[in-house]
C-alpha cells in the first residue's frame, strides 16, 4: 500500500493526539468504501456474496423452517422403520439408513458448517498476522525464531497429526477448530510478514517512531490498518480451507459424531453403503458444500482485487 499525507500525518501525530485518530478513522472510512466499490463492480465478488449472504439466512432460519428433529428415526403407518425412502411429500429429500429426514440434516447442518469455518478462519488470521507482524516489524532474532517456528508447522502432516489428536484427547468440535487453526496460521504469517517488510520503512512509520510511538503502538496503529486487508483476505480462504478440512475429517470418521454437518451426513452415508445408490441422500450435503465453498472463493477473488491494485480492471 502507498503512503499518502494522510498516513504520514497520522505519523507525525504518533503520541495518540485526536487529528491522528479522527485521520485513521477516515482512512478506514474510504478503505471500506473503497472494498465496497471493487466488490460492488466485480461479477464474481457480487456472486460470492449472493451465495454467502444466502446460506447465513439459511443458517439463521433453520431452526424454525426444520420440518422435523434431526435425529428422529421416523416410521411408516405400519411401523416400519423409514429407511432410505426416496423423496416424498412428506420427506422432501428423503430419509437416511437410519430413517432420519435428509432435508431438516441438511438445514441444521448448515449453522454448525458456518461456525466451523469462520470461527476457524478467524483464529488463523489471528494468529497468522501477529505471527507475520511480529516477524517482519521486529526483524534479526525474533523473525528468525518466529519464521523457524513457521517452518516447523509446515512439516507437520496434518491428518497424522489429527489422528494422534484425536487418540490422545478426543474428536470434539473444540479440538477439531483448535487442531485446523495450530496448524493453519502458517501461510497467513509468511504473506502478512513480506508485507510488513515493506511497510515498516515507510515514511509514516518512520515518522511515527521518530516522535516517541512505542513499537506496540507503530505495530498496531500504523503497521496493522495496512495488512487487515490481506488479513482479511486469508480469512476468506482460511474459511474455505477449514470447511473443506472439517468436512473430509467428518468424512473419514475423524470429527465429531453428536455435531450435524455436512460432512458427517457424507460419512454417514458412505458407512452405510447408502452412497451407491441413495442419491437424495448425497448429492444435497455434496452440492451444499461445493456451492458454500465456491462462494467463498469468489468472494475472495473480488477481494483480492482490493488487496493487490495490479489486478484491478481499469475503467
Do not use: C
Not at 429407511?83 to 447442518?109: A, I, K, M, N
Not at 458444500?289 to 482485487?305: I, Q
Amino acid at each position: 500500500m502507498s503512503s499518502g499525507p494522510a498516513e504520514l500525518e497520522d505519523g507525525l501525530a504518533g503520541g495518540g493526539y485526536a487529528a491522528g485518530a479522527i485521520g485513521r478513522l477516515r482512512r478506514a472510512g474510504r478503505a471500506a468504501r473503497d472494498l465496497g466499490r471493487v466488490l460492488a463492480a466485480d461479477p464474481y465478488g457480487r456472486v460470492g456474496i449472493g451465495i454467502l449472504a444466502f446460506f447465513l439466512v439459511v443458517a439463521m432460519v433453520s431452526p424454525a423452517i426444520a420440518p422435523m428433529d434431526p435425529w428422529a428415526n421416523n416410521h411408516h403407518p405400519d411401523g416400519s422403520l423409514a429407511r432410505l425412502d426416496p423423496p416424498s411429500l412428506r420427506h422432501l429429500l428423503g430419509t437416511t439408513f437410519y430413517g432420519q429426514d435428509v432435508l431438516s440434516q441438511l438445514l441444521l447442518g448448515t449453522p454448525q458448517t458456518m461456525l466451523v469455518g469462520f470461527v476457524t478462519a478467524t483464529l488463523i488470521a489471528l494468529i497468522g498476522t501477529n505471527v507475520g507482524l511480529l516477524s517482519g516489524y521486529f526483524g534479526g532474532i525474533v523473525d528468525d525464531i518466529l519464521m523457524r517456528v513457521t517452518d516447523f508447522f509446515y512439516a507437520i502432516p496434518f491428518l497424522p497429526f489429527m489422528i494422534v489428536i484425536v487418540a490422545l484427547i478426543d474428536r470434539s468440535l473444540a479440538v477439531v477448530i483448535a487442531s485446523m487453526a495450530f496448524i493453519f496460521w502458517r501461510t497467513a504469517a509468511r504473506v502478512v510478514r513480506a508485507q510488513v517488510l515493506t511497510l515498516r520503512t515507510r515514511p509514516y512509520v518512520l515518522a511515527a517512531r521518530a516522535s516517541g510511538a512505542g513499537h506496540l503502538r507503530v505495530i498496531y496503529v500504523h503497521i496493522l490498518p495496512n495488512v487487515l486487508p490481506l488479513g482479511f483476505l486469508y480469512l476468506i480462504f482460511g474459511a474455505a480451507w477449514a470447511i473443506l478440512t472439517e468436512s473430509s475429517l467428518s468424512f473419514i470418521g475423524l470429527g465429531d459424531p453428536n455435531q450435524l454437518s455436512w460432512g458427517l451426513m457424507l460419512n454417514q452415508a458412505f458407512a452405510t453403503g447408502s452412497i451407491r445408490y441413495a442419491w437424495w441422500w448425497v448429492i444435497p450435503p455434496g452440492a451444499a458444500l461445493m456451492t458454500f465453498l465456491v462462494g467463498l472463493y469468489l468472494l475472495g477473488r473480488g477481494f483480492e482485487e482490493r488487496v493487490n491494485p495490479r489486478l484491478r480492471k481499469e475503467p
